[in-house]
């Protein structure tokens, strides 16, 4: 079977409540030469049957179902081996989030117009109950190679975590893969695996398109660690990692 231009992938657990409004976000894309699947993680509510009735409604969509509930990393990793076979390229989205109209097809192009790049990413829109704020990168995320080539290695890089989110070229599946698991805690994941891209200077950033990430998921109540010695832990970890950077 040939492979789809972009894969949509939304490893979803429980979000009947969310998830229509985020598959017709992905519907109302002006980039239209996509597929989309729902990798339900044995939700216990309606979550399945929402994913039916949009299916029904748009052939683009379909669903695949885990035969065992896993945890979010385990779900999460699936999406991206699913996404990567049968994609060009691929992208993840979470039930609750959004983006602009014009976010596929403005990541599709800089990927497609720079062959060496393997993430495509733009700002992150945070909406929350007081309304919403922009997060974008730091000059020295977008100058890292340029200035680790003239020995001003940069001490910050600041990007939104939320890129992890973005369009993948896919290849790119085996740096995920390699990284995926190593931190050991699914809090700071994203943030930790994205660094690999951007210290290879592998992303393309994109200015216009945003992809809207709403607070509110519950998240690092979830996943983050608890106490002081699990906090300095998991920053260890984070820390260390990103030194193991070829």
Known sequence: MAKSKVVVVFPVYNGERTLFSSLQCIADQTFRDFEAIVVDNKSTDDTLAVAEQFCRSDRRFSIVRNEQHVSAPE???????LGATRGEYFC??????HSSPDFLAC???ALDRDPTKLLAACSTK????????IKSPNKATLDFTQSYVSGRVPRNLTFPAEWIYGL?????????MTRWFELGNPWCLAS?????????????YVQGPTYDFTEGSGSEQRYGAKS????LDQRL?????CYKLD
Request: hydrophobic fraction near 45%; charged fraction near 25%; charge should be positive.
């Open 237 to 241: 970890r984070y820390t260390f990692g």
């Open 75 to 81: 779900n999460f990793a699936r999406a991206f081996q």
């Open 107 to 109: 990541l599709v192009e």
């Open 92 to 97: 993840l989205r979470a039930c609750d989030d």
């Open 168 to 176: 993948f070229r896919a290849s790119a599946k085996d740096i995920l």
């Open 126 to 133: 945070v909406v929350g109950p007081n309304g919403s704020r």
């Open 192 to 204: 930790y695996v994205v660094a690999e891209f951007v210290v290879r200077d592998s992303v393309a």
């Open 228 to 231: 002081f010695r699990n906090k």
